[in-house]
Structure formats: C-alpha cells, structure tokens
C-alpha cells in the first residue's frame, strides 16, 4: 500500500520562499519516481519538478532555477524547495509516485497522489 503524505503549504509574500515535504510508504524492494504537480483553479495539472533514478531531475520550464526537488531516504521524504514565488505559483501543489516509468510531465501516467497541500503567493 503506497501512501504520499505533503504538508508545507501556506501563505507568503511575492519573492518569498517555502519549501514542501512528502513523506512516502513505499515498498522499499522498488525503485519510485517521485514528482511535484501543481494545479491553479481552472488550469490543468501541470509538472513541477521529477526525480528520477540515481538522481536526475527535470523542472517545469516555468521553475528557472527557483525550485529545488531533493530526496531523502533515511526520512522517506521528498522535498520541493520554492525561492522567488510569485502569484503565478498560487496552486494546490501535489506530490506523486510511480514504480515504472511514467512519461513526465504527465500526470496520468503517475500511479500515486498524496491530498495536496495550497501553496498561495500575494504580491
């Protein structure tokens, strides 16, 4: 059973920082590919930031270098580190697991989803 717990979340200021954590249960025999989505009322879910393998990242074009996804294994967690937020970045920001291959950016082709945690930026 896979489970995917975010918290983190809240509300800060144009320019501030927050960084979001996942915590996981995962078979632990496996090797997951973990992601951040976020989605704003009206759009659709979109990529924020993948880890996968021995540690590859890819970020949604939208990040330029603001955001930070890390992982650490002692505390299952995985982590999305946001400097510079801007009201643009105001979402339900989720994090998602898979154990194969899924095709990112796309959200359908990850298997896990934790509840979401708002992420909200005022200017």
């Known amino acids: 059973h896979v489970q995917l717990v975010e918290s983190g979340g809240g509300s800060v200021q144009d320019g501030g920082s927050l960084r979001l954590s996942c915590k996981f249960s995962v078979d632990t025999n496996s090797r997951y590919c973990m992601a951040w989505f976020r989605q704003a009322p009206g759009k659709?879910?979109?990529?924020?930031?993948?880890?996968?393998?021995?540690?590859?990242?890819?970020?949604?074009?939208?990040?330029?270098?603001?955001?930070?996804?890390?992982?650490?294994?002692?505390?299952?967690?995985?982590?999305?580190?946001?400097?510079?937020?801007?009201?643009?970045?105001?979402?339900?920001?989720?994090?998602a697991g898979d154990r194969g291959e899924p095709r990112w950016p796309t959200a359908s082709t990850f298997a896990y989803w934790g509840q979401g945690t708002q992420v909200t930026v005022s200017s």
């Open 44 to 95: 659709e879910r979109e990529g924020v930031a993948v880890l996968i393998g021995h540690g590859t990242t890819y970020y949604g074009d939208f990040v330029k270098g603001r955001f930070t996804i890390s992982l650490d294994n002692a505390k299952s967690t995985v982590y999305l580190h946001m400097t510079n937020l801007n009201p643009e970045d105001t979402a339900m920001y989720f994090c």
